[in-house]
């Protein structure tokens, strides 16, 4: 039986997305966004616990990101976890987990962009996933 690799959040991004581009001049964006939940503990009083998720966009979709997302913007993505590894420049092994994205969606008031200017809402489709060749520490 084949297995299941679905992630579907909505969140505020903590800082506008970084873009780079690899040497093929595929276009990768990197951002975080927070997701909070909130309940009442046994007497009563508000709790919150707030969660910060890794997202990597590549293609069109990186391209996207970097042009109409900035720190603060609510968005929807939808994706799959991926955890990749590399050594560090002492040979130490290190170990990312991050979202994938494979759809965004801009969340907010109709026309509204991170950069200021009013126009519509892209729609950012599927995109696949080129082949990144890491350096010793992740951007």
Known sequence: MAGLNKV???????KDPEIKYTPE????????IATSEQWKDKDGQ??????WHNIVAFR????????YLAKGKQIYIEGRIQTRSW?????NKKYMTE????????????GET???SAGP????GSVSEPTVIEEDVPF
Do not use: H, W, Y
Request: proline residues 2%.
């Open 8 to 14: 579907m959040l909505i969140g505020n991004l903590g």
């Open 25 to 32: 001049g595929v276009a990768i964006a990197k951002f975080s």
């Open 46 to 51: 508000k709790q919150e616990k707030t969660e």
């Open 60 to 67: 069109k979709l990186a391209e996207i990101c970097g042009e």
């Open 87 to 91: 050594d560090d420049k002492d040979g």
């Open 99 to 110: 979202i994938v994205a494979d759809r965004m969606q801009m969340l907010g008031r109709a």
């Open 114 to 116: 991170a950069k200021g």
């Open 121 to 124: 809402s892209p729609d950012a």
